[in-house]
């Protein structure tokens, strides 16, 4: 069983650093062979997905957030974080966390089995 809850600030001003993190319980371990991802909502929109850390610490990020995203993990404390620089009122979305085993395929393309229950943030000075 994977459980994920996210937190991380309600607002952020535009040009600054948004930073999120997502904390993985139900006994799973950030090292099972699973792949870690940040997916967004905007408002009025569809799921975006964001980048994603697998179990062996790779990382991957969307090429159009690939230049000012970064994903890592803790695996002391069983969580892994994002950090989007030089936020916009365009990143306001709801952000989620998402876990799903390993399969073949690309981790933007999966049907993720499992899903915090998102965090919004709203970019605005």
């Known amino acids: 069983q994977v459980q994920l809850q996210e937190s991380g600030p309600g607002l952020v001003k535009p040009s600054q650093t948004l930073s999120l993190t997502c904390t993985v319980s139900g006994g799973s371990s950030l090292t099972s062979y699973y792949v870690w991802s940040w997916i967004r909502q905007p408002p009025g929109k569809g799921l975006e997905w964001m980048g994603v850390?697998?179990?062996?610490?790779?990382?991957n990020a969307s090429p159009s957030l690939k230049s000012r995203s970064s994903i890592s993990r803790d695996t002391s404390k069983n969580l892994f974080s994002l950090q989007l620089n030089s936020v916009t009122p365009e990143d306001t979305a709801v952000y989620y966390c998402?876990?799903?085993?390993?399969?073949?395929?690309?981790?933007?393309?999966?049907?993720?089995?499992?899903w915090g229950q998102g965090t919004q943030v709203t970019v605005s000075s």
């Open positions: 998402a876990a799903d085993e390993v399969s073949s395929g690309s981790p933007d393309e999966y049907e993720y089995d499992y």
């Open positions: 850390i697998a179990y062996d610490g790779s990382t």
